[in-house]
């Protein structure tokens, strides 16, 4: 073999090597810039009165998020209660029943478009389906708006899951005389379960963060959360409010918010991976 | 699956005819009863060819029947009609008739049958999310049996029956995907006892295992059929002669052959048998 020809390989392999190894850490690179960048601007305004105490009027010094924890933890509680169940079952009927049928082709097939639909628009639809009719802003227009985001979510996660169930174990547990039903339901969820409460943690996690779907439903509000049935603050609204205010106080209000919200998020993932690997192990 | 393309050195009848029903041979009078006969068996996926092309055998009482033939010859699908599992697949079709106890099989409900007729599969399949002791209960809790003394004198005697008490009666509470792979085998077997069928089914139940976990089963199969039926479809020749009173050879979806597996594997009449069993294809 030619030396030269070979030499000249050997360094293009390294740069491409060396090139996709960059690109590998920079995409890891993002998540700990963002991580390390809010830390920075945000730790310093974070304190326990921060996230104990409700808003100040501006120019009044201190003042927290209390009431935006506890809104979020509301809207995306009863989100996960609205969207959990409906991903879920639906995820059992596409994996567990819908084989080869055309309905389970669309059903999958919206579900993806679902997913891609700019979250903007899911809030504009919940606006017009629950805020204008009721002629108000609410906790419960919020959640509408986080669980339509989380049902395709949900359901794309459980029919994966429930279909890396082994045939074998389905046909193990026909042969025993179940019903099918009763296979699903004893034998194949819980085989699977893991993995699909993991995938609900995710995505309330991500609705967790979401903001314009709340913009023109949750609203917003100042004040402790007054029912379902009012405006509700949250922290990504909290978050957006005072980052666009003109106030150097409320920016670092902001700045610490977000260190909130991230760390939430981050241990919601940490927390659903961790609690994920042993069913991995013994799944398959 | 690999299907071998299989040329028999003689041509097949030209039409597959369902065949008469066996012959009682010289030794009828101590022949056992048919437990299950099965007349002009045919089986198939919907738009495929049929796999199975009119298959008849009887299957005596207390007795172990073995299927033999190469890959793709349809004994897979042949006893997984026969507990109408094969019709769980999408598309799949089953007809003619196969009598249990004086009931068509394929007339009346799968999941009763199904209780009746248990099966072991060709790899060990527990299931991952339960224990030893659940796994050999799973069939009587998951029919709605809540007698928890009775529950564990079932697990007991099964475990017992499937040689298999002794390994893992300090270990009930372990999770069943980690004992060895006979041992998950012999724990299927008495996951299978366990709901008492009539009839147990197993395909290829020890491909996937090793001499000495197979050499196991082999002996289990002995004591179980003093007890019930057993029907067993098999790659390994040696096998089928060492366990099996009688002998099925099928070939590319048709019943070539079925007799006493003596006759079969001595003086079998069938020319494409008495090939098969001679190595020379397949």
């Known amino acids: 073999m030619n030396a030269a020809a070979y030499a000249r390989r050997r360094a293009i392999n390294a740069l491409m090597l060396g090139l996709t190894a960059v690109c590998a850490a920079l995409s890891a690179g993002v998540l700990l810039a963002i991580l390390g960048y809010i830390a920075w601007k945000g730790a310093s305004s974070l304190s326990w009165s921060f996230l104990t105490n409700l808003p100040k009027p501006v120019g009044e010094a201190g003042g927290g998020i209390a009431n935006a924890i506890v809104g979020s933890a509301k809207v995306v509680g009863l989100a996960g209660l609205i969207g959990i169940p409906i991903g879920v079952l639906a995820g059992i009927y596409l994996a567990e029943y819908g084989k080869g049928r055309r309905f389970a082709f669309w059903v999958r097939y919206a579900a993806d478009v679902l997913n891609g639909v700019p979250s903007i628009v899911v809030g504009l639809f919940a606006y017009a389906l629950v805020v204008i009719p009721f002629k108000r802003f609410s906790a419960v227009s919020g959640s509408i708006a986080l669980s339509i985001i989380m049902v395709p979510i949900v359901l794309r996660n459980t029919e994966e899951f429930l279909r890396l169930v082994p045939a074998s174990i389905r046909e193990a547990a026909l042969a025993l005389g179940v019903p099918r039903w009763k296979v699903v339901l004893r034998v194949v969820l819980p085989t699977a379960g893991r993995g699909i409460m993991t ?53 670092r209000q902001a700045w610490a918010a977000a260190l909130v919200l991230m760390l939430f998020v981050l241990a919601v993932n940490v927390a659903a991976r961790l609690w994920l690997k042993p069913a991995q192990g013994s799944a398959h | 699956m690999d299907t071998n393309p299989v040329v028999p050195p003689t041509p097949a009848p030209a039409l597959a005819a369902p065949l008469p029903a066996p012959k009682p041979g010289p030794s009828a009078q101590k022949e056992k009863p048919v437990v299950m006969s099965v007349r002009g068996l045919r089986a198939g996926y919907g738009g495929g060819a049929s796999v199975l092309k009119g298959v008849s055998l009887d299957v005596r009482e207390r007795t172990v029947t073995a299927i033999i033939g190469p890959s793709g010859c349809g004994k897979s699908t042949l006893i997984r009609c026969l507990n109408r599992l094969h019709e769980a697949l999408p598309g799949a079709y089953c007809e003619g008739d196969i009598h249990l106890g004086g009931r068509n099989v394929l007339e009346i409900d ?35 049996e809540s007698d928890r003394a009775k529950i564990a004198e079932r697990v007991e005697t099964s475990l017992r ?17 980690g004992l060895s792979g006979g041992q998950q085998q012999r724990l299927c077997i008495a996951r299978a006892l366990a709901v008492e069928p009539h009839i147990l089914l197993m395909d290829e139940p020890c491909s996937a295992l090793d001499p000495i976990a197979t050499a196991r089963i082999e002996e289990l199969l002995v004591e179980i059929k003093e007890q019930l039926t057993v029907v067993i479809v098999t790659h390994n020749m040696q096998q089928a002669a060492r366990v099996s009173e009688y002998t099925a050879f099928m070939l590319m979806g048709e019943l070539v052959e079925f007799g006493e597996t003596q006759q079969i594997f001595t003086k079998p009449v069938d020319k494409r048998t008495e090939d098969y069993i001679t190595g020379r294809f397949g």
């Open chain 2, 161 to 177: 029956r499937a040689a298999l008490w002794d390994e893992v009666k300090d270990k009930l509470a372990a999770p069943g995907v």
């Open chain 1, 199 to 251: 995938g609900a943690l995710l995505a309330l996690a991500r609705v967790a963060g979401e903001t314009a779907p709340l913009v023109f439903t949750a609203f917003g509000n100042r004040f402790w959360d007054q029912g379902w049935l009012n405006p509700i603050a949250t922290l990504p609204l909290t978050l957006y409010n005072y980052a666009i205010s003109p106030y150097e106080d409320w920016h």
């Open chain 2, 110 to 144: 799968p999941v009763l049958l199904r209780r009746e007729v248990g099966m072991v599969f060709q790899r060990p399949n527990p299931f991952p999310t339960m224990s030893v002791f659940e796994n050999v209960a799973s069939g009587l809790v998951l029919n709605g």
